[in-house]
């Protein structure tokens, strides 16, 4: 075992040294050189100054775009548009890759078309309850997802209106249209399983 010792840079001059425990002393000499060259160090000083910018640039974007201000504690809040932020970014070219797509693969002639043609009266039928189970799940995701991109401008509008910190950090992990599918759908879950219960309960007894 040896160690690497090697003394790294902030843009603002100022330096600390960093160490690392290598295998050996060729692998401690590498990484001091690897160090010198591309390590990036950034001061604590530097670092909050770079917090503080991108949190006005944030504040500003936000307003810019109408975007609410957010609620939380401190850090929840800052965490929060970080993360809402990210998703408003990249939302636009969502929805559009979404619509071209899917008119694109399913040959409409519009959007609303497509979703507007899913049968969701097509009779539930399956051998097990298994497989019951997993066709009316099937058809609830379909019609969540059809009463989605039938109201995407509806639904972006309701997602931009979100002030709680606690929503943008607790679906961070959701694709995008897992986010709008919880946030817009939500409502139709109850009534969607109370619809199709009927069918379980029919399909039972068959």
Not at 62 to 79: C, D, V
Not at 129 to 153: C, F, M, P, T, V
Request: glycine share 4%; aromatic share 8%.
């Amino acid at each position: 075992m040896a160690k690497a010792s090697v003394v790294v840079k902030c843009s603002c001059g100022k330096s600390t040294r960093i160490q690392k425990i290598c295998r050996n002393r060729d692998a401690a000499d590498s990484y001091v050189s690897w160090a010198k060259s591309f390590y990036q160090y950034i001061c604590p000083a530097c670092e909050e100054k770079e917090r503080v910018e991108r949190l006005e640039e944030m504040l500003r974007t936000a307003k810019e775009n109408g975007l609410p201000e957010l609620t939380g504690t401190p850090k929840q809040i800052e965490w929060a548009m970080e993360l809402r932020d990210k998703r408003m970014k990249h939302l636009d070219k969502f929805i559009e890759s979404k619509q071209a797509g899917v008119v694109a693969a399913h040959k409409f002639a519009t959007f609303e078309e497509y979703y507007a043609g899913l049968n969701e009266a097509t009779p539930i039928k399956g051998k097990n309850q298994k497989e019951i189970d997993w066709q009316i799940a099937s058809r609830l995701n379909l019609i969540k997802k059809r009463h989605l991109y039938g109201n995407l401008d509806e639904a972006v509008k309701l997602l931009k209106s979100q002030t709680d910190s606690e929503f943008w950090i607790s679906t961070q992990e959701l694709t995008q249209t897992e986010q709008l599918l919880y946030l817009f759908c939500s409502g139709l879950r109850d009534e969607l399983a109370d619809k199709y219960e009927a069918d379980r309960k029919r399909l039972e007894q068959e």
